[in-house]
């Protein structure tokens, strides 16, 4: 089965929405693209956007996100 550019782009969407799901963050539900987690006053943001992910975050989540990613 040959799959084309926009199917191959979905498949990877899937796979990392499940990835960040599985690591406790919650998908927004207006865009299902945006993933946060909270801590206290720490907070992980990450952002898909076509090919290319996007994060913003504190000190108290740091340590984790490097090993998860």
């Known amino acids: 089965m040959v ?11 899937y796979i990392l929405k499940s ?3 599985e690591h ?15 801590k ?7 952002q ?4 290319d992910i996007i994060f913003i975050i504190t000190n108290i989540f740091f340590e984790e996100f490097a090993k998860c990613m």
């Open 3 to 13: 799959l084309n550019k926009h199917q191959e782009l979905g498949i990877y969407i």
């Open 19 to 21: 990835f960040l799901i």
């Open 24 to 38: 406790d963050l919650n998908c927004d539900k207006i865009d299902t693209t945006l993933f946060t987690k909270r």
């Open 40 to 46: 206290g006053n720490g907070i992980l943001i990450v």
């Open 48 to 51: 898909i956007y076509v090919d």
